[in-house]
């Protein structure tokens, strides 16, 4: 009944939505007098708020066009180029006979689009051939095509390393640091010679017992029948996906968003003020931003539930109980792959020491072939997006890279 109130909700709102936009745009008129009072551009301001907060954002463009390599500007476009149920690989192909080494970057599937790792990609794109899990919105997948769990996360992983070959290096962010690791430790048992040159986990969860965050300690503080009852919905008609059972994105959003509610609501403060005065710049930031953090997805419940329950309540990864399919794993196997950690400084949803731990997973990696790096001064979000991303994270990542 939740995903059915909330589209209800939404359906109700839609007419007032479209009055205020229409008062807004009654307000911007050059011959309109009453939009140049303070009253004017504080309705205006207000209805165009309104509207932004009401609004169903859907999935947004990478709207990568070009790269610059060598102070030239390349020309950057996407291709998908394996396509499954509950995924793709897309490829950023550049228009250059430059020999770079080759990267997958593993998005989240965690209620945001893989767009959200846009600045990732950018920063990636002029010393790299870029490839990256664009993950669907699960309420767009027919029940037709079955479920979709940890297991299967791990396997479509697999496939798209293997599918790209020999010595690609592979970086998660958050979430599917996990996967991302557990699919590398499969590939390395089977000795396969696909296993990846380097892995690079960012900010991802592997030891949530260190240093809980609140999102941690909420996930220990319920039982599984909670999540069940509380979280999961049925996705209703007409979507393509009517009647699969889902974490809905607006969910998760409501959760991260209340995280830092003050945050979120010093923010529109500012909105409505720069609105008034017409400050255009930070304006569109704001909006670049939200339009981003608005845009959710919904995630299959199989994959959620597991999820929650393997490694935030169970921390089977931790304590070497993680199985794959019914089958142990051994993280030892892994020999030949470099590994990397990154970890922010203040990052509230992944705690410094929570990705580190990989490293205690992996004891047969060289010492020579391990890295760590904790980025002072930034978040959860800091970690492969902003400046600090750009100038001192990604330089470090790029460096390994040719090392490995």
């Not at 557990?182 to 000795?191: C, F, I, S, W």
């Not at 003050?262 to 529109?268: L, Q, Y």
Request: include cysteine; hydrophobic fraction near 40%.
């Amino acid at each position: 009944m939740q995903y059915h109130a909330y589209e209800l909700a939404h359906a109700w709102i839609s007419p007032v939505r479209a009055a205020a936009h229409g008062v807004k745009l009654a307000l911007d008129m050059p011959f309109n007098p009453m939009g140049k009072t303070l009253w004017g551009r504080q309705t205006a301001a207000a209805c165009e708020m309104f509207e932004g907060l009401t609004r169903r954002y859907g999935k947004p463009e990478f709207g990568i066009r070009e790269t610059l390599i060598n102070d030239e500007a390349i020309e950057v476009g996407e291709e998908v180029v394996l396509s499954k149920d509950f995924g793709e690989l897309l490829h950023f192909t550049r228009a250059t006979t430059r020999d770079d080494p080759r990267v997958l970057l593993i998005a989240p599937m965690s209620g945001h689009y893989a767009t959200l790792l846009r600045d990732t990609v950018r920063a990636m794109l002029p010393e790299h051939d870029v490839y990256i899990t664009d993950w669907r919105d699960a309420r767009s997948v027919p029940l037709s095509a079955g479920a979709f769990g940890l297991d299967d996360y791990v396997d479509y992983v697999a496939e798209f390393i293997r599918f790209l070959g020999p010595s690609t290096h592979v970086i998660a962010v958050c979430q599917p640091a996990v996967p991302a690791l557990v699919a590398t430790a499969l590939m390395a048992m089977a000795d396969d010679p696909c296993q990846p040159a380097s892995l690079t986990l960012m900010g991802g969860p592997i030891d949530t017992r260190r240093n809980p965050t609140v999102v941690n300690t909420h996930a220990e503080s319920k039982d599984m029948s909670w999540f069940e009852r509380s979280v999961i919905s049925t996705v209703p008609f007409p979507n393509p996906g009517f009647m699969r059972k889902v974490y809905p994105g607006f969910v998760q959003l409501t959760g991260f968003m209340t995280m830092n509610l003050d945050r979120h609501i010093e923010a529109h403060h500012q909105l409505f003020d720069n609105l008034v005065k017409g400050d255009e710049e930070p304006v569109e930031a704001h909006k670049a931003f939200y339009e981003e953090y608005l845009s959710v997805m919904d995630l299959p419940a199989e994959f959620y539930l597991q999820t929650v329950k393997t490694v935030f309540k169970e921390h089977s990864l931790p304590k070497g109980e993680m199985t794959h399919r019914g089958a142990a794993i051994d993280f030892g196997a892994i020999r030949k792959t470099m590994l990397m950690t990154v970890e922010g400084e203040n990052d509230d949803i992944c705690a410094v020491g929570q990705t580190q731990a990989a490293h205690d997973l992996c004891v047969n990696v060289p010492d020579d072939r391990r890295r760590h790096y904790v980025q002072p001064q930034v978040g959860h979000y800091g970690v492969f997006n902003g400046r600090r991303w750009r100038t001192e994270i990604q330089p470090r990542i790029r460096d390994m890279i040719r090392e490995a």
